[in-house]
């Protein structure tokens, strides 16, 4: 393999440095070319532009891999947990037992929100988006945490702990909210995933039973939600992060990017999917025609990476078939998917653009399943994300090639022209 890329421009040859990856991924680093030749490089939606060097998560589209620091997705899916999972993503090792307890410890003292914060969610109108008032409330965190330039190891895991603890707490929050219903209150006593579930289902008049089969397809929906590396919503967290912001409000940030139908709004968009092919009685192989005659979109499939199967929808669909077997949990929409899934699959028209199914395809059912409201689907993969983002944040704040993220334009506007006083104009 070439260590230099050769561009000739205007008659004239430049040379690059390549750069490879662990993995064998090959790039050019073109950071001096529009210094030595005027020219910038122009790629509409970044499908083609690395922005960074990353050691957190490995996809390869191709064969359908995902690893989180070296250790594949399904393996963690079995052995592992949320809350070990997101230390390994933060942190780059899994933790040894004393670490995993102190981390424990900390998001547990962390996890109750500024009493002054109740105030914010009474502002809120009846029927507002959950999102809308997640992005809202994440970034008010700014004005109780300021935050200097200069952190300490000490301020980053204060950092951390708050945002992992309190985005849960805060989702919570504002579903009670939103139903009418008395807030219940983080409990020590209580583990990550337990701890929110009551939080959400508990009540003062009526103690929530939790179920062990719903904790378990929660924590791997987060497990399987917690990072991969440069999507829309943590480039976001890597764009505004980079100008030195609060980092509660670039969380923010990165939850309004999440929110968008293209990216985790997806999972909201499928089930509203389904819903509606259940409720008109339509068939799955008349909706997917309409889809390819109206040029429309199955949501829940296709991605611009994975351009073979996504390897979270997988463990998801396996999840979905052991989670809708228990009595009461049952939903033929489960089948209205799958049967979408299999005409789309023998479809010349997906196979061709290589679209498949991706982890937002099948996760809405089991959040559905775990009594979520589907308007919550979003926030819940934003809960799931933020070691993600929080572990991209700080890679990008220790990287010494940091600065802050300024693409380029190619300028297609009027050249100049004089200003006409509003009395000359047509
Ligand atoms: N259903 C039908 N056709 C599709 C779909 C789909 N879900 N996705 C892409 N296509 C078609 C496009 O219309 C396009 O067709 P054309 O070549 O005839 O114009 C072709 O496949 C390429 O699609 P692009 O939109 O260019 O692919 P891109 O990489 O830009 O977008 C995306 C990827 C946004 C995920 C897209 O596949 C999509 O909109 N899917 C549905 C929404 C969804 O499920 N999003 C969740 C993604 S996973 C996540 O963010 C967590």
């Known amino acids: 393999m070439p260590d230099k890329a050769k561009i000739t421009l205007d008659g004239k040859t430049y040379e690059y440095p390549v750069i490879v990856g662990t993995e064998g991924e090959k790039a050019i680093d073109i950071s001096a070319l529009r210094a030595e030749t005027g020219y910038i490089t122009l790629d509409n939606g ?34 592992s947990f949320f809350i070990e999972t997101a230390y390994l993503l933060m942190y780059g090792e899994l933790p040894n037992s004393q670490d995993f307890d102190t981390f424990s410890e900390r998001l547990n003292k962390s996890s109750l929100i500024h009493e002054e914060m109740m105030n914010i969610f009474a502002g809120y109108p009846k029927g507002a988006h959950p999102m809308a008032v997640l992005t809202s409330v994440v970034a008010s965190l700014a004005a109780f945490y300021p935050v200097k330039d200069n952190l300490d190891p000490a301020d980053e895991e204060v950092i951390i702990a708050n945002l992992m603890s309190q ?199 089991i959040l559905k399943a775990a009594g979520f409201p589907v308007n919550m689907f979003t926030v819940l993969f934003a809960i799931g994300r933020v070691p993600g983002w929080l572990a991209h944040w700080r890679e990008m704040r220790h990287d010494k090639n940091t600065r802050i993220n300024r693409p380029r334009q190619v300028y297609q506007g009027p050249t100049q022209r004089a200003y006409v006083p509003i009395e000359k104009r047509k």
């Open 46 to 79: 970044y499908g083609n532009t690395g922005s960074c060097q990353s050691a957190i998560t490995f996809i390869d589209g191709d064969k359908g891999i995902l690893r989180y620091r070296g250790i594949p997705i399904e393996e963690l899916a079995e052995k």
């Open 167 to 365: 985005i849960r707490t805060i989702a919570a929050v504002s579903y009670k909210k939103s139903i009418g219903e008395p807030v219940v209150y983080p409990s020590n006593k209580l583990k990550f995933v337990e701890n929110f579930l009551n939080m959400m289902f508990a009540s003062p008049v009526k103690d929530y039973q939790l179920d062990p089969d719903v904790v378990k397809a929660l924590d791997m929906f987060f497990l399987l939600s917690a990072d991969h590396e440069q999507n829309c919503s943590t480039s976001t967290v890597r764009m505004a992060g980079s100008s030195l912001a609060n980092i509660y409000a670039v969380i923010g940030a990165g939850i309004s990017a999440l929110w968008g139908k293209l990216h985790g709004g997806a999972n909201q968009e499928v089930i509203e999917m389904l819903e509606q092919i259940r409720d008109t009685r339509t068939s799955p192989a008349a909706f997917v025609d309409a889809i390819k005659n109206n040029k429309g979109k199955l949501m829940g499939f296709g991605h611009r990476v994975y351009k073979n199967f996504d390897p979270r929808a997988k463990i998801i669909k396996g999840l979905c078939h052991s989670l809708l077997k228990k009595p009461g949990l049952n939903d033929p929409m489960f089948d209205i998917a799958l049967k979408l899934e299999e005409i789309a699959l023998k479809d010349d028209y997906f196979l061709s653009r290589k679209l498949y199914p991706n982890v937002d395809f099948y996760s809405g059912l």
